[in-house]
């Protein structure tokens, strides 16, 4: 079993839809929770960073941790065709060693 | 420059080469790391280096070779590599209070045929 479970997808979407997207994992250790949004022949970038349970809003995002059922979300509301690209859930358990998921590729159809 | 960045974006080798890819961060940070992203497979963390010293080998070949001179440069040396290894190859950085938020590079993309 993978320590981080994440639908590669692909999901298209129309644009203002809401999007959800999903992660799953097994390791009950882990405290924080990272969204990052990679574009193509681009590095990934910090989005959404959470500190244990709860719910984390940014503009059009919002995170959620449930650390109960081993499931974290990321929400965007609104979506814009700016918004396509591959969103990777990661997580750590306070050292500096990141577990990804294999990143869901999402596309915004205007 | 800003950020992160890493040279060259992208790389063609032979199993019989020698390279080297580079990474720099304009950050402040005392944290760096070399991940390898494979199409469908998560990103892989190879190596982490705090404040130049090596402090996380993730298991990776002998056939990658790290170096970090100072906090701000961060290289990846490579020999008789396998066409398995053709990947991207991101750098990244952090602060070492704030080592959850990684900052990513563009990555370099690596051909080895």
């Known amino acids: 079993q993978k320590e981080v479970e994440q639908d590669p997808g692909p999901l298209s979407v129309p644009e203002g839809a809401i999007v959800s997207l999903n992660c799953t994992y097994s390791?009950?250790?882990?405290?924080?929770f990272m969204w990052y949004r990679q574009y193509s022949r681009k590095g990934p970038e910090l989005l959404m960073y959470?500190?244990?349970?709860g719910n984390k809003e940014d503009g059009r995002f919002t995170a959620q941790v449930d650390k109960s059922s081993k499931y974290i979300s990321l929400f965007i509301r609104d979506s814009q065709p700016s918004d396509s690209a591959t969103y990777l859930c990661a997580m750590s358990e306070g050292a500096q060693k990141l577990v990804f998921g294999q990143g869901t590729r999402l596309t915004i159809n205007p | 420059e800003t950020g992160v960045t890493q040279t060259p974006r992208h790389l063609v080798m032979g199993m019989t080469n020698k390279k080297s890819l580079k990474c720099e961060q304009h950050?402040?940070?005392?944290?760096m790391y070399w991940y390898k992203q494979s199409a469908k497979k998560p990103l892989e963390l190879m190596f982490v280096?705090?404040?130049?010293?090596?402090?996380e080998n993730n298991s990776v070949p002998s056939r990658f070779s790290p170096e970090c001179p100072n906090s701000s440069h961060l290289f990846l040396h490579l020999h008789t590599l396998q066409p398995e290894d053709s990947a991207l190859y991101l750098c990244a950085s952090s602060l070492p209070s704030e080592k959850e938020t990684q900052y990513f590079g563009p990555g370099t993309r690596l051909l080895v045929l």
């Open positions: 950050l402040g940070h005392n944290a």
């Open positions: 959470t500190y244990s349970s």
């Open positions: 280096y705090n404040f130049k010293e090596q402090t």
């Open positions: 390791n009950s250790a882990f405290q924080y």
